[in-house]
């Protein structure tokens, strides 16, 4: 974490968090969400749009530093610690997207590296990896680079796995948002 962000988080300890304004898609981009992206639906999922999505960021250097600024709470919410304020990210599948080199080198869309100990494979045919940082999706353009490695027997063949399970079996909050107003409903009813 950037050493500017630590300073902030200690000289306002209680900003509030934000919720379904940052989202990450399957090929690792980032998208803006305004209020008019996110009152037209959710990020990903049913009843997602492309109005829903947003705009794409596409500024380098923001880039850079949401991905220097990227992690996970304990409760498996991923964010972005934007200064004082956590921004809780929306993720179309997972919360790692991979990247591979002709090498055999695994990269995170944020530039981690990363070590591989398991492959899946999902109804639609998407391959993820399982590695020491996590679970993530491999990005749509390396797909034929991870079937070489598993053609020579780098990584394991992959095991199937549905989409919908990957949350739960892996620790992960794929809506911050969601979960924050489902929680909200369930308190309210009481």
Not at 99 to 124: F, I, K, W, Y
Request: net charge neutral; hydrophobic share 40%.
């Amino acid at each position: 974490m950037d050493a500017i962000v630590k300073a902030a988080m200690a000289k306002w300890p209680n900003v509030p968090d934000c919720y379904g304004w940052l989202g990450l898609d399957a090929r690792g981009r980032w998208w803006m969400r305004d209020e008019r992206a996110q009152a037209a639906g959710p990020f990903a999922g049913p009843g997602a749009t492309p109005a829903s999505r947003g705009a794409e960021l596409r500024h380098d250097k923001l880039i850079a530093f949401i991905g220097r600024n990227y992690a996970a709470d304990d409760s498996g919410r991923w964010y972005f610690q934007n200064g004082p304020q956590r921004v809780f990210v929306e993720l179309e599948l997972t919360p790692w997207v991979w990247r591979l080199t002709p090498d055999g080198a695994v990269h995170s869309h944020t530039g981690v590296s990363a070590n591989v100990r398991d492959t899946l494979l999902d109804e639609q045919g998407r391959l993820y990896l399982v590695t020491d940082l996590g679970i993530g999706v491999v990005h749509s353009q390396d797909v034929s680079l991870a079937a070489d490695a598993i053609d020579a027997g780098v990584w394991l063949p992959p095991r199937g796995c549905e989409t919908a399970a990957l949350p739960a079996l892996y620790g992960f909050v794929p809506s911050p948002d969601a979960a924050r107003r489902r929680a909200s409903a369930s308190s309210a009813s009481r």
